[in-house]
C-alpha cells in the first residue's frame, strides 16, 4: 500500500504563487508516476500535472501549462506542484495521485490517492 498526504493549500490572493507539496510512503518503491488532479465546487476532477519516476517525463493539462510546475525530489518521495499566477478558477481540492504502471501516461488511472487539500483563490 501506498500513503500519499498533501500540503501547501490555504487561503491564496489572486496573482500570488503556492507550491503543493505531496509526501508518499509504504510501498513507494512500487509506484512509477505520481501527478496532480483537481476537483473544483460543482465539476468533476481533473487531470492537472504528473510525473514520471522512471525518466522524469511530465505531463501537463492545457489549461495549466505555462502556470503550473510540477517537480519530485526522489530522495524524500514527495512531488511538488508550483502554481504561479493564481487564478480564482484555480480554487479546487487538489488531489495527489499515484500509478504503478512502469510506463504511465495520461491515458491511465492512478492506483493511489490522497486525500486533497483545499486552495481557494480570492480575488
Known amino acids: 500500500q501506498v500513503e500519499l498526504v498533501e500540503s501547501g493549500g490555504g487561503l491564496v490572493q489572486a496573482g500570488g504563487s503556492l507550491r503543493l507539496s505531496c509526501a508518499a510512503s509504504g510501498r513507494t518503491f512500487t509506484t512509477y508516476a505520481m501527478g496532480w488532479f483537481r476537483q473544483a465546487p460543482g465539476k468533476e476532477r481533473e487531470f492537472v500535472a504528473a510525473?514520471?519516476?522512471?525518466?522524469?517525463?511530465?505531463y501537463y493539462a492545457d489549461s495549466v501549462k505555462g502556470r503550473f510546475t510540477i517537480s519530485r525530489d526522489n530522495a524524500k518521495n514527495t512531488v511538488y506542484l508550483q502554481i504561479n499566477s493564481l487564478k480564482p478558477e484555480y480554487t479546487a481540492v487538489y488531489y495527489c495521485a499515484a500509478s504503478s504502471r512502469t510506463y504511465w501516461t495520461p491515458n491511465y488511472d492512478m492506483d493511489y490517492w490522497g486525500k486533497g487539500t483545499l486552495v481557494t483563490v480570492f480575488s
Open positions: 510525473i514520471r519516476w522512471t525518466d522524469g517525463t511530465t
